[in-house]
């Protein structure tokens, strides 16, 4: 059987018919959409690699146990899960304090003369990342996630809507309330950023 021609719902059959070589088509197929997309999100090459790997075992194991259900998005359920696996992997990273601001990509809402400059410079940012960073806590959850979504992990709002389950002007509303929410802790806790 000629698998490549195969849409990824036959494939999908046809691993759930006994066919186990049928999966190895779809991980190649979609190897390199996924693999940017958490390369994209950790900023490095062995731990996207790690988390590449425990995401289609977690795939395989979703389909084992007939925990996927036919909606026709496969790649938009595999990468749901990989988003799932990033978080795991930054909630982890942080109660181990072994992450920090720049390793997560963040870039004080693209601010870039907050990356520029001296050392002095840079011990300013980095106070300023930190102190950006805290207030982000405070958000409300829903908001503090499009933040991390949009300014942490780069994603577009479209793709911030997809993986949160919201439509795009729900994401953009949130970031809004966030952004006014943010303007005010920084205002209240009297951070300068510049």
Do not use: C
Request: hydrophobic share 40%.
């Amino acid at each position: 059987m000629n698998f490549k021609k195969l849409s990824d719902q036959e494939l999908l059959n046809a691993y759930l018919r006994g066919d186990k070589s049928a999966v190895s088509v779809l991980i190649e197929r979609h190897r390199k959409r996924v693999a940017d997309y958490i390369y994209m999100m950790v900023k490095n090459r062995e731990i996207a690699d790690d988390i590449f790997q425990d995401t289609f075992i977690k795939v395989i194991r979703f389909l084992d146990e007939g925990r996927y259900t036919e909606s026709g998005r496969f790649l938009s359920w595999v990468l749901r899960i990989a988003h799932n696996q990033v978080i795991d992997y930054f909630r982890q990273s942080k109660q181990q304090n072994q992450i920090t601001e720049g390793d997560a990509g963040y870039d004080i809402l693209n601010n870039r003369k907050l990356s520029e400059g001296t050392i002095e410079d840079k011990l300013v940012s980095d106070q300023i990342e930190s102190d950006i960073r805290k207030m982000i806590d405070y958000l409300p959850a829903e908001q503090r996630e499009v933040v991390m979504m949009r300014y942490y992990m780069g994603l577009s709002f479209k793709e911030i809507a997809e993986q949160t389950e919201v439509s795009i002007n729900t994401a953009l509303g949130r970031m809004r309330y966030a952004l006014i929410n943010l303007r005010k802790l920084i205002q209240e806790k009297q951070v300068i950023l510049s």
